[in-house]
Nanobody, 121 residues
Framework: QVQVAESGGGLVQAGGSLKLSCAAS????????MGWYRQAPGKQRELVAR???????NYADSVKGRFTISRDNAKNTVYLQMNSLKPEDTAVYYCNADLRLHYSITSRGYWGQGTQVTVSS
């Protein structure tokens, strides 16, 4: 029905950059917010950044000024540009899309499988 697929993770040195992408596909009628979350070993999943369909954004304090979230509504895709990466950014990064399917009258969040980001010191 719906697929949410992340890509772009990998291994990078501290101070480096990575860009994550997440595309939603399937019987989608509309997409509301899209966002990125991360989960480090032994820790709870936390919000990194979210963006509304109109382009309004919010970020976790720990990534403000370093990460930028953007989206392409025509492609049902959200991006996360990560600059000045730190070892503490190491985590599995998950995409979340709040969307409504063609045969549904309500929306709900769908998660991707996650992509590993590892920042070496």
């Amino acid at each position: 029905q719906v697929q949410v697929a992340e890509s772009g993770g990998g291994l990078v040195q501290a101070g480096g950059s990575l860009k994550l992408s997440c595309a939603a596909s399937g019987s989608i009628y509309s997409i509301n917010d899209m966002g990125w979350y991360r989960q480090a070993p032994g820790k709870q999943r936390e919000l990194v950044a979210r963006i509304t369909s109109a382009g309004s954004t919010n970020y976790a304090d720990s990534v403000k000024g370093r990460f930028t979230i953007s989206r392409d509504n025509a492609k049902n895709t959200v991006y996360l540009q990560m600059n000045s990466l730190k070892p503490e950014d190491t985590a599995v990064y998950y995409c979340n899309a709040d969307l409504r399917l063609h045969y549904s009258i309500t929306s709900r969040g769908y998660w991707g499988q996650g992509t590993q980001v590892t920042v070496s010191s």
